[in-house]
């Protein structure tokens, strides 16, 4: 069973940058393809960003291209997202998530594993 808990949410101004963690339960990182969504309030799940198992390739949300960075420590089994230049309508619970398919996207039904969730809010 992959558990794989986020930390690291919080209160930033706008403008300002917040790092979120995921970290897996055992070896997960490095086996798994992982990613990040969140959820506004009253909307839909939305894809953020993803890392391949290898760490090779990166993917990202229109939304957070250029601001965001996804990225893992293998030796930490741990999974970040680095949040820069941050705007209010980034304002959501940020969730981990992890797929072991081989082919997968960005939708959230293609990923099995999945955190509990961190609380992001953006003040303007």
């Known amino acids: 069973q992959v558990q794989l808990i986020e930390s690291g949410g919080g209160l930033v101004q706008a403008g300002g940058s917040l790092r979120v963690s995921c970290a897996a339960s055992r070896r997960t990182v490095s086996r798994l393809a992982m990613g990040w969504f969140r959820q506004a309030s009253g909307k839909e799940r939305e894809f953020v960003a993803a890392?391949?198992?290898?760490?090779?390739?990166?993917y990202y949300g229109d939304s957070v291209k250029g601001r965001f960075t996804i990225s893992g420590d293998n030796a930490k089994n741990t999974m970040y997202l680095q949040m820069n230049s941050l705007k209010p309508e980034d304002t959501a619970v940020y969730y981990c998530?992890?797929?072991?398919?081989?082919?997968?996207?960005?939708?959230?039904?293609?990923?099995?594993?999945w955190g509990q969730g961190t609380q992001v809010t953006v003040s303007s």
């Open positions: 890392i391949s198992s290898s760490g090779a390739s990166t």
């Open positions: 998530a992890g797929t072991a398919r081989r082919a997968w996207g960005m939708r959230a039904e293609e990923f099995d594993y």
